[in-house]
């Protein structure tokens, strides 16, 4: 069994470099995704949805990550090239069987909301 923070990491690198298809190969077919803009039941719709938002990120800086047995969380600050600037961004991360079953993020979306025609 690869340990989970070995998993989160190497989805991380992968989606750092915009490799949408090796980040697939860390994430597990039984899949879900909820943040405060968007919620997936599956990886193909949430990888195309990053792959878009690859395009306005700078930077990931990485603040602290925590491990508990299959799950982990990383804290970070999300440098963007927009107006929204930069947002401070909590994942929560859990492995199943050597691949990420699911992701729940945290972050405060009203600065983005412009950018998806919300108010």
Known sequence: ???ALHVVQEY????GRGDTASA???MHSDFWFKGP???FRAPEPYLEALAKLHKIVKRVEMKKVFVDGPDVCA???LV???PAGTAFVAEW???KEDRIASIQVVFDARPFAAMFGEK
């Open 1 to 3: 069994m690869a340990d």
């Open 12 to 15: 991380m690198q992968a989606i």
């Open 24 to 26: 697939r190969k860390c």
């Open 37 to 39: 803009i968007d919620t």
């Open 75 to 77: 804290l970070y600050d």
């Open 80 to 82: 963007t090239n927009t």
């Open 93 to 95: 991360y859990r492995v």
